[in-house]
Structure formats: structure tokens, C-alpha cells
């Protein structure tokens, strides 16, 4: 499970970077911009929204416990 984590959050970095370097490069010198960023930042919602429902359901199916402080003494 940590490993699926582990590269849903590369991949959603690869994406945030790829829309970054597509806005920043397109259109420039009279070349028509492209839908390039567009679909960057879409496979990086996708990404993120998969990630989240993976987190709830390996929480609900006790493949991931939460740490952290006691609630109570």
C-alpha cells in the first residue's frame, strides 16, 4: 500500500511539473498553444481523487491504521 502511495505522489508531481513546463513553453514565437496543460492538470486531479479513495479504502478494509496521539489518557 505504501508503495501505490508512494507513486501516486510522483505521478501527481509529474503532472503538476509537466503542466508547469507547458505553460511556461507554449505559444511562444507565433506557435499555437495546445490543450498540453490542460490534460497535465486533469491526469493530476484524477491522480489526486485516486489517491484519496485509495487511502479510504484501505483504511476501511484495515490495510492502513492511523498513529498519532491517544484521544484519551
Known amino acids: 500500500m505504501k508503495f ?7 505521478g ?5 511539473a509537466s503542466a508547469g513546463h507547458a505553460m511556461l513553453r507554449e505559444g511562444r514565437d507565433g ?4 490543450d ?6 486533469t491526469w493530476r486531479i484524477g491522480l489526486s481523487v485516486a ?3 485509495c487511502i ?6 484495515g490495510w492502513i491504521q492511523p498513529t498519532g496521539l491517544p ?3
Open 4 to 10: 501505490l502511495i508512494v507513486l501516486a505522489f510522483i
Open 12 to 16: 501527481i508531481l509529474f503532472a503538476l
Open 31 to 34: 506557435k499555437p498553444k495546445t
Open 36 to 41: 498540453r496543460m490542460a490534460r497535465a492538470l
Open 51 to 53: 489517491l484519496f479513495l
Open 56 to 61: 479510504l479504502i484501505g483504511y476501511q478494509l
Open 71 to 73: 484521544l484519551s489518557p
